[in-house]
């Protein structure tokens, strides 16, 4: 094709060739996978892939950790790249524009929770990758890919002044912690907790700091202390240190918790102020346990947060743009091995703080 | 006293005579128990007591299972009466009046919490029994007992077309389920759950019908069904039946639980629209198990609710006089050998639903 314009053309059985990074099982490593991206339709963006974050989903995806993989799976929902051409009912992209695409590529645009701008929780949403169209059969493939082909709808600016590579953690990240800081309206009176500095704490602080809270960056080890001050906590707290955080009981307005791992909430909530509010982002295995008497007597507001719709997301990039914001990565280049490797040094949590792909030369 | 106003005399060792029944452990039946009430105060109301209703939560102290029980202890935070006098500056209560005293009989009132009108969250709050005045020392004494004096703003008017036995409950029961309906604004287009038909279930469900709401009970025995849609329900599911539990996922917006017996929440909380709220009302004392995905996927608000503050028992009462709402109750002889009839009937859920205590005629 050398039209920058297509044609809807949504039922061709003729796709655009595509290469990426795919496992066929739990337990087989990466390989090169050569597969077909639909036409582009009249509402579709054509992306060029300059990169893509690994996200801890990947990981528990790749290796069928959550018990719901569909193989060969290339993984990856934090793509940044270029916009090559557009369909003709495409009205916000052109060609050559940064651009995003984050956990989602479509969603049935009709139901309440859709009508809300938040498409992230559509019981149709179709997921960037180990998922299928609104079609419930054709497969999605990730961003571990050179190519990707997505609704206008599902795509996102990248102001350019962020550098792509920085910006991709951005579009899962960066959304999972700005949602719900949004969504508790959290401003320079707020008392904000961030639980856990990896890959989301750490996009977590920079963007409750940039938005004027007071930030505690609660972990369970100490050695985080210095690192947290750096990107804007303005208090640590050991989480392990009955002491400190006994102190720091009834202070916070809100606590946003990062971590994936199963562990115990009660003395987290035992932090936050009469009506507070703790927002999970992360998905233990473990179901969290609240005491009877902390929702009585604190009578606080316990919930949860995935991603961000995409009105969102958008605003969530033109504020990093505004204040300057990316995530602090490690660039690497994009190999099966390299990919391992990644891998197996963010399950020990040794990234500071995103591993991103650099998509583009790996498939030149 | 023969005046039916006094004068201020906090400090005066001289109480008056009153007369309950209290127990002197968990072990040892309830005796008669002649103690003395303090000298009222400026600011008192004297209250001749007439009915008061037993809570579960006379029970669980009594038997000291929440493992904070003083002894000797004279339960009762269900009270209704008639004033017998009032202090000098006491202005919106004089002899005659219709009251009623509920779970607390004093706070701080200084504290942001007690500023917002949540006294019973209030870290100093004093319990109407089985707790301490603010001085931390002097023991409190509840309703099982002739005679209370309180401090006008922790007493409420009961409207004169409430019968004083039936209103009783109203004073727990009544607040503790008013008050998330209306920090929920539930009205005519709420779907409402309320999980439990016992003594808080069934006066939340005249409560929530009397505010306009679809209300739905939830109970693990088909048995009340009938009941249920007599108090004014307009659906009925049982807990147990996971063909009827998920014909009705995602269909509240509200869940009042005020079950206090351990019991799973996962399939409650799918009974909710997406962010939807669920309220615990009761104790149970094993933590709730709240699964992660839940959180994310639905972003429900699972918080809880105690009693509620003054101003909002007034209008709860206030709420149930224009409506003509009270308790069901079986109204009972107050002895020792009642008393233990009607909590062994209480534990095996054995009463609609409330019993409540002839005090007046016990003390005569």
């Known amino acids: 094709m050398t039209s920058k314009q ?35 339709a009249a509402d579709d963006v054509v992306i060029r892939i300059h990169y893509c974050g690994i996200c801890h989903t990947d990981i528990h995806q790749v290796y069928n ?40 590529v479509d969603s049935c645009r009709k139901c ?29 493939y990730g961003g571990y890919s050179n190519l990707i082909i997505v609704k206008e709808h599902f795509v996102c600016k990248i102001p350019k002044n962020l550098p ?47 938005m004027g809270a007071h930030v505690t960056v609660i972990s369970t080890s100490e050695s985080k202390r210095d690192d947290a001050m750096k990107l804007g906590a303005k208090a ?26 199963p562990h115990d909430v009660a003395p987290l909530l035992n932090l936050l102020k009469f ?11 473990k179901p969290l346990e609240i005491g009877a008497f902390t929702l009585l007597m604190k009578r606080p507001t316990i919930t949860g947060s995935l991603i961000g719709g995409m009105k969102e997301t958008q605003e969530m990039l033109d504020f990093c743009g505004k204040h300057n914001i990316t995530c602090d990565i490690e660039k690497i280049e994009a190999t099966p091995e390299t990919i391992k490797t990644a891998y197996d040094r963010t399950v020990k949590a040794d990234v500071k703080y995103r591993f991103v792909l650099d998509i583009l030369n790996a498939f030149k």
Chains 1, 2 share one sequence.
Request: proline share 5%; glycine share 10%.
């Open 6 to 40: 297509t044609t809807a053309n949504t039922t061709s059985p003729i796709g655009i060739a595509a290469k990426g990074y795919a496992v066929d099982s739990a337990s087989t490593p990466f390989k090169l996978f050569n597969f077909e991206r639909r036409m582009p």
């Open 65 to 104: 950790e959550w018990h719901m993989s569909k193989y060969p799976m290339v993984p990856g929902h934090e793509i940044t790249g270029v916009v090559e051409q557009v369909g003709s009912s495409v009205k916000h992209f052109r060609a050559g524009d940064h651009a995003g695409v984050g956990c989602m």
């Open 112 to 140: 309440h929770i859709c009508k809300k701008d938040t498409e992230q929780n559509c019981a149709d949403s179709c997921l960037t990758y180990n998922s299928t169209e609104l079609d419930k059969v054709t497969p999605t």
């Open 164 to 210: 792509l590579d920085a910006a991709a953690p951005l579009l899962c990240a960066g959304i999972t912690t700005y949602s719900p800081l949004r969504r508790y309206k959290v401003d320079k009176h707020t008392q904000l907790g961030i639980v856990g500095l990896g890959g989301l704490g750490h996009i977590g602080v920079k963007l409750g700091a940039a």
């Open 236 to 261: 640590f707290l050991v989480s392990k240190d009955d002491e400190q955080m006994k102190t720091a009981a009834n202070s916070l307005d809100l606590i946003i918790d990062t971590v994936s791992a």
């Open 275 to 285: 009506e507070g509010v703790y927002c999970a982002v992360g998905a233990p295995t």
